[in-house]
């Protein structure tokens, strides 16, 4: 699956210390999802729907979420793309 600038760019908003101006990890989404526009934010919704429509193992997700350049990683990774794409209108 190839994966789509657009959710690089908003996989590098989630590094170590940008979650210090939140509380939630909703309101980290939100705040990493005001980096794009709504056109970028439209094909990061489609991509995770393909995404996670694909069942894959947590690993998988993990490697993905990690080779789009992450510099924080999740424990329920499953868990916070659904919350990503689930936040995008």
């Given at each position: 699956?190839?994966?789509?600038?657009?959710?690089?760019?908003?996989?590098?908003?989630?590094?170590?210390?940008?979650?210090?101006?939140?509380?939630?990890?909703?309101?980290?989404?939100?705040?990493?999802?005001?980096?794009?526009?709504?056109?970028?934010?439209a094909?990061?919704?489609?991509?995770?729907?393909?995404?996670?429509?694909?069942?894959?193992?947590?690993?998988?997700?993990?490697?993905?979420?990690?080779?789009?350049?992450?510099?924080?990683?999740?424990?329920?990774?499953?868990?916070?793309?659904?919350?990503?794409?689930?936040?995008i209108?």
């Open positions: 699956m190839l994966v789509p600038k657009e959710f690089d760019r908003l996989v590098e908003c989630f590094y170590q210390g940008s979650d210090e101006e939140v509380s939630t990890i909703e309101e980290w989404i939100a705040f990493a999802l005001e980096y794009l526009n709504k056109q970028q934010r094909v990061v919704k489609r991509f995770l729907q393909e995404l996670l429509a694909q069942n894959l193992t947590d690993a998988q997700l993990q490697r993905i979420w990690g080779d789009a350049g992450a510099n924080y990683d999740f424990d329920d990774i499953r868990g916070v793309l659904t919350l990503i794409r689930d936040a209108d």
